[in-house]
């Protein structure tokens, strides 16, 4: 019974397991094994060309710009994204005069995406006046 015990937890997580890794592992390898052959639209796996493609893709000056470009935005917006937060959370934890408003303000719209969710499902599942009159 213990090991029952011990097991279970393991056999509830594994599906989940397997599938995530099956979708995201799975379709990465798929795309690369893809990006090897000569498809454009639809997946042709006759037209095998190899690293092709990705030579060509080095060779172009465009490619060095892009990445360039990636890497500036990314740094520019991850590093903005967590200043932003980092003032934010700083602010928020501060004893300030009108504290409570401050969060009200800060913390409403996420509140109220839940309410506002709540409430559509309320109405989309009444049974006098939902969707289920309608069937």
Do not use: H
């Not at 990465?28 to 893709?57: A, D, H, K």
């Not at 409430?119 to 289920?132: E, H």
């Amino acid at each position: 019974m213990k090991s029952f015990e011990n097991l279970l937890p393991k056999l509830v997580l594994a599906p989940g397991f397997v599938l995530g890794f099956a979708f995201i592992y799975g379709l990465m390898i798929w795309n690369g094994v893809l990006s090897l052959t000569g498809s454009r639209m639809l997946p042709n796996y006759e037209n095998f060309v190899g690293l092709e493609q990705y030579v060509q893709l080095w060779d172009m000056d465009r490619w060095y710009v892009a990445l360039k470009n990636l890497g500036i935005f990314s740094l520019l917006y991850v590093g903005g994204s967590m200043a932003v937060g980092m003032v934010l959370a700083i602010f928020l934890d501060q004893k300030v005069r009108a504290e409570g408003w401050l969060r009200t303000i800060y913390l409403y719209p996420m509140a109220l995406s839940f309410i506002v969710t709540g409430t559509a499902w309320k109405w989309i599942l009444n049974p006098s006046d939902g969707l289920q009159k309608l069937m």
